[in-house]
C-alpha cells in the first residue's frame, strides 16, 4: 500500500492499538518514528497534543479500527 493509499482519521478517532503515520518532520513529535502502532492513552494524548487535526493509518498493520 502507498502512503497516498493510506486513509485519514481524525485524531478523535485515535484508538490503541491502530498503526499511525505522523506527517510530521522528525523533530516535530517526541516518538522516535513517524509510523508506529499506539500502545497506550498517553501516546494518543501526545499525538492529539501535536495540534494535528488528522493522521494516517495502515489498517493493514492495525489491530483494530478507528
Not at 14 to 24: E, K, M, P, S, W
Request: proline share 6%; with cysteine; glycine share 8%.
Amino acid at each position: 500500500m502507498k502512503d497516498s493509499d493510506q486513509p485519514y482519521i481524525g485524531v478523535d478517532q485515535l484508538r490503541v492499538g491502530l498503526y499511525i503515520h505522523l506527517d510530521l518532520k522528525w523533530f516535530e513529535h517526541p516518538f522516535a518514528f513517524n509510523n508506529f502502532r499506539l500502545k497506550d492513552d498517553e501516546q494518543i494524548g501526545i499525538v492529539r497534543g501535536l495540534g494535528l487535526k488528522r493522521v494516517r493509518f495502515d489498517p493493514a498493520r492495525s489491530n483494530c479500527r478507528p
